[in-house]
C-alpha cells in the first residue's frame, strides 16, 4: 500500500482559522430535519457536533472565512460551516447532494498552522446522501505531534463522490452482489503508479473468477475518457508490479480474497505516441467480471500523456484479512513496496 497519498494540485475550498475541539456526529437535513450517522462518529452532549461547548465560529452561506472578504468555504458542495473550541482540532462541515439520485462523498481535508505549514490529512466519508439532502459532520485532527501550534487552519483540500448504489465497500454490511471491491491508495515512486483492486467474497456461495477485471477510466464528472488505452497485463508500462501472470481460475469460498493490480505512469512528454494533454481521470468504473454488477472506484489515475493503463489479472490473496475487513499491502509474490510520493499541502 502507498506509503502516503499521491501528490496532486491542492483544491482550495475551506480555509479557517481553527481552535481546537472534541469528537464527531453527522446529521442529514432537508424537507425536516432527520439524524443519520458518519461512520466513526459519536453524539456528544451540547450544542456543537465537535463537542460539549458551543462553537466559536459559524459560517453563514455567502459569508466569508477569510481576511479579505474572499470566499472559499464552499468546493463541490461541501461548506466547512464552524469551529468549535477543545481538544483536538476540529472543524464542522456539510455536505450538500446536488445530484439527482444518492452520492456517497470522500472528502480529504488539511489542518495546517497559522503559517501555512501542513499539520495532518484526514479523510472522512460520507455515505449515501439523497438528493437536495444535506449530511453535516466534523472532522478532527488528533494525534498531532508534541509542540504543534494550538491554533490551525483547515482547508478542503479534495472532493470525490460515486453513485451510493456503486460505492465501494472495504467493510461493514455485505452488499447484495456478494462481493465487496475496492482500491487501495497504492504507491508512487518516479512517476510509476501501482494500485490494487481488493475482492472479498463477503457471500454464502462460491464466486468464480478467471480473467482480468474489466476497467473504465472516468473523469471528474463521471464521464468515460476515450481516449485511454486499458491493457491487459502490466508489462507494456513496467514490470515487476504484480500486474504480470496468465489468468488463472479461482475458486473464493465466503471469506477468501482476490486482488488485481493496476499499473501506470504519469510521464508528460511531448511529441506523438501519447494522448496529446496530459489525462487525469479520478474514478474507474469496475467490473469484476462479466455481468459482476458495477462499482466505482477511485484510484487517481493521472496517467500524463501515456494514454495507457496497465490492468493485470486477478490473483488469490492469501495474505491475513486485518481489521478494516480488506487486505492491503504488496503481496509476497510482488517486489517492495517503492517510497510514496510525499505529501504535498
Request: hydrophobic share 30%.
Amino acid at each position: 500500500m502507498r506509503k502516503a497519498p499521491l501528490t496532486r494540485p491542492a483544491l482550495l475550498a475551506g480555509l479557517l482559522l481553527l481552535t481546537a475541539c472534541g469528537s464527531q456526529k453527522a446529521e442529514e437535513q432537508g424537507g425536516g430535519l432527520t439524524q443519520t450517522q458518519v461512520p466513526g462518529a459519536q453524539g456528544l452532549p451540547g450544542d456543537s457536533p465537535c463537542g460539549g461547548q458551543p462553537s466559536a465560529t459559524a459560517v453563514k452561506p455567502g459569508a466569508s472565512p477569510l481576511p479579505g472578504g474572499s470566499s472559499h468555504e464552499e468546493k463541490d458542495g461541501v461548506t466547512i460551516t464552524g469551529l468549535s473550541r477543545g481538544t483536538p482540532h476540529c472543524a464542522e462541515f456539510a455536505v450538500t447532494n446536488h445530484k439527482t439520485e444518492p452520492f456517497s462523498y470522500t472528502i480529504t481535508f488539511t489542518f495546517l498552522s497559522s503559517t501555512g505549514e501542513a499539520l495532518a490529512s484526514r479523510k472522512e466519508t460520507v455515505p449515501s446522501v439523497k438528493p437536495g439532502r444535506t449530511a453535516k459532520g466534523t472532522v478532527t485532527a488528533s494525534g498531532l505531534p508534541s509542540g504543534a501550534p494550538s491554533t490551525a487552519r483547515v482547508r478542503i483540500t479534495e472532493v470525490r463522490s460515486v453513485p451510493s448504489d456503486e460505492a465501494p465497500s472495504q467493510g461493514g454490511s455485505c452488499p447484495t452482489s456478494g462481493i465487496r471491491v475496492y482500491a487501495d491508495d497504492g504507491d508512487a515512486a518516479m512517476g510509476l503508479r501501482v494500485v490494487s483492486l481488493h475482492l472479498e467474497n463477503c457471500g454464502t456461495q462460491l464466486f468464480r473468477l478467471n480473467g482480468y477485471p474489466r476497467l473504465q477510466p472516468l473523469d471528474k464528472d463521471h464521464k468515460p475518457v476515450a481516449s485511454v488505452k486499458t491493457l491487459q497485463g502490466g508489462s507494456s508500462v513496467a514490470t515487476g508490479t504484480g500486474a504480470d501472470g496468465v489468468p488463472q481460475p479461482l475458486e473464493l469460498k465466503p471469506g477468501e480474497r482476490a486482488y488485481a493490480t493496476l499499473v501506470w505512469r504519469n510521464t508528460v512528454e511531448g511529441g506523438t505516441g501519447g494522448t496529446g494533454d496530459p489525462v487525469n481521470a479520478p474514478y474507474a468504473r469496475v467490473w469484476a467480471k462479466p455481468g459482476a454488477a458495477p462499482v466505482m472506484v477511485i484510484p487517481e489515475l493521472d496517467l500524463g500523456t501515456t494514454g495507457k493503463l496497465g490492468v493485470g489479472p486477478w490473483k488469490k490473496d492469501e495474505k491475513p484479512t486485518p481489521d478494516t475487513g480488506g487486505a492491503s499491502g504488496a503481496r509476497p509474490s510482488e517486489p517492495p513496496a517503492a517510497s510514496a510520493a510525499p505529501v504535498q499541502p
